[in-house]
């Protein structure tokens, strides 16, 4: 499927979930090492379209395509400078993950096994106002080895290597965080132990061929 399509695809997902209001949140994808895909600032991502899309550099200067970038783009450009696997970025605001972001607690916690495996840890990164220093401060120490960052009183930031992926990880992480929920409610989530989780590990590879990175191990 053509990159846009495939975009565009994403955008209206993100909208139809709820996991963005009205003109919220921003979708990347990689073209190649000098030009990227990303949605215009004030444009509703239910109403999108391919034409709407902007083509930018690696510094976020417009190379073609109508409209204004995102001031949110920082995020986005940290990402792909940092990570080669990462093909596509999506930020938005789904309202379980995100009330998580405003009540101060991250999601890094070894209980569902789905989430285990596709997402790893979680982290909660530090309040940055958008478009400055701070959004490099902030996100910087964790990018390196994660796939879905919560941003402290924002929302969600979720890599992929592919937009497919990337968006599946918003979907995937805001079922976890429902769960989470719950299970609050319902007097606190059992963690898994470690030895379940080296168990869980092992099954992976061994079996489905997935090897999940030392890093976003919880061990």
Known sequence: MPLRKELIQACHKIYANGFVAAYDGNLSARIDDKKLLITPSGKCKGEMEEKDLLEIDYEGNVLSGDGLVSAEVKMHLLAYQNREDVNAVVHSHPIHASAFCVVNKDLSQPIFPESILSLGRIPLCNYSTISTEEVEESILPCIGYVW???????????????????????????????????????????????????????ISEEIYGVKVDDKMKFL
């Not at 879905?148 to 992480?173: P, T």
């Not at 470690?194 to 168990?199: R, W």
């Open 148 to 202: 879905v960052l919560l941003l402290q009183n924002h929302g969600v930031l979720a890599f992929g290597k592919s937009i497919k992926d990337a968006y599946f990880k918003v979907e995937k992480l805001e079922h976890f965080a429902k769960i989470m929920t719950v299970a609050e409610i319902l007097g606190g989530a059992n963690k898994l132990s470690v030895d379940q989780l080296k168990k869980l590990y092992m």
